[in-house]
């Protein structure tokens, strides 16, 4: 066999065991978005698409393919689905996937947080500073805000992977008309137009506005 074959062969040999290990990776991740207790199967079947990809096509996990950077390690273990593409390269598809699970990492963090402050709550009942448990309890209503909103922003990026999936991605759901691509590089997860992302902002302050009044006559 002459080098250059050597080579070719050695070149395919890597890229088949790295191809290993980042299905394996993959796989695991799918379990662990399987567990999440919130509606991600647009992220399920984006993971299962990336994973046939990765077996069935002949990309060079590692490389992004649009500049040919070699991927860090550190990345491609935290992000095992963005095998090809650097992070300034991205696919609106990879970039909602790498939201996605950056925002249900946060929220399993968060809400691990709100359970042991709840537990130690309960147990320094009666015990602590009255001021230090209206503090506490004040934090956890902060905590279970920003988690309430968190689950929010994992099912619009659920659904903007589904969209891509359905061929409707960047449509708005209230005109029909697209959603400038400038603004779709900035909140990939958005489904409205700045029209009427506009008007439902002005709809939903006039309703706290109303509410608030109706609240100060009740008093």
Same mark, same amino acid.
């Not at 799918?30 to 046939?52: M, P, W, Y």
């Not at 991927?71 to 300034?88: A, E, H, K, N, V």
């Not at 691990?112 to 448990?133: C, H, Q, T, V």
């Given at each position: 066999?002459?080098?250059?074959?050597?080579?070719?062969?050695?070149?395919?040999?890597?890229?088949?065991?790295?191809?290993?290990?980042?299905?394996?990776?993959?796989?695991?991740?799918?379990?662990?978005?399987?567990?999440?207790?919130?509606?991600?199967?647009?992220? %399920?079947?984006?993971?299962?698409?990336?994973?046939?990809? =990765?077996?069935?096509?002949?990309?060079?996990? #590692?490389? !992004?393919? $649009? @500049?040919?950077?070699?991927?860090?390690?550190?990345?491609?273990?935290?992000?095992?689905?963005?095998?090809?593409?650097?992070?300034?390269?991205?696919?609106?598809?990879?970039?909602?996937?790498?939201?996605?699970?950056?925002?249900?990492?946060?929220?399993?963090?968060?809400?691990?947080?709100?359970?042991?402050?709840?537990?130690?709550?309960?147990?320094?009942?009666?015990?602590?500073?009255?001021?230090?448990?209206?503090?506490?309890?004040?934090?956890?209503?902060?905590?279970?805000?920003?988690?309430?909103?968190?689950? %929010?922003?994992?099912?619009?990026?659920?659904?903007?992977? =589904?969209?891509?999936?359905?061929?409707?991605? #960047?449509? !708005?759901? $209230? @005109?029909?008309?697209?959603?400038?691509?400038?603004?779709?590089?900035?909140?990939?997860?958005?489904?409205?137009?700045?029209?009427?992302?506009?008007?439902?902002?002005?709809?939903?302050?006039?309703?706290?506005?109303?509410?608030?009044?109706?609240?100060?006559?009740?008093?």
């Amino acid at each position: 066999m002459n080098p250059e074959a050597r080579m070719v062969k050695s070149e395919e040999a890597m890229f088949k065991g790295i191809k290993v290990g980042i299905h394996r990776l993959i796989k695991k991740f799918r379990q662990h978005v399987c567990r999440f207790n919130a509606d991600v199967t647009g992220l %399920q079947k984006s993971l299962i698409e990336a994973d046939k990809r =990765l077996q069935f096509s002949d990309v060079k996990p #590692g490389f !992004c393919a $649009e @500049c040919g950077t070699g991927l860090s390690l550190t990345f491609m273990q935290d992000y095992p689905f963005i095998f090809d593409r650097c992070l300034g390269h991205l696919t609106m598809e990879q970039r909602l996937q790498k939201l996605l699970y950056d925002a249900i990492r946060d929220y399993e963090q968060r809400r691990e947080n709100l359970i042991k402050n709840f537990k130690s709550e309960r147990r320094s009942l009666g015990a602590s500073d009255p001021a230090d448990s209206t503090e506490s309890h004040a934090d956890n209503e902060l905590t279970i805000l920003q988690t309430t909103k968190a689950v %929010q922003y994992i099912r619009d990026c659920n659904q903007a992977l =589904l969209n891509i999936a359905k061929g409707e991605f #960047g449509i !708005c759901v $209230e @005109c029909g008309e697209n959603i400038p691509e400038a603004r779709l590089m900035i909140r990939p997860q958005e489904n409205l137009c700045v029209a009427c992302k506009t008007g439902h902002e002005k709809l939903v302050k006039m309703a706290g506005g109303y509410n608030t009044r109706n609240r100060a006559r009740a008093k």
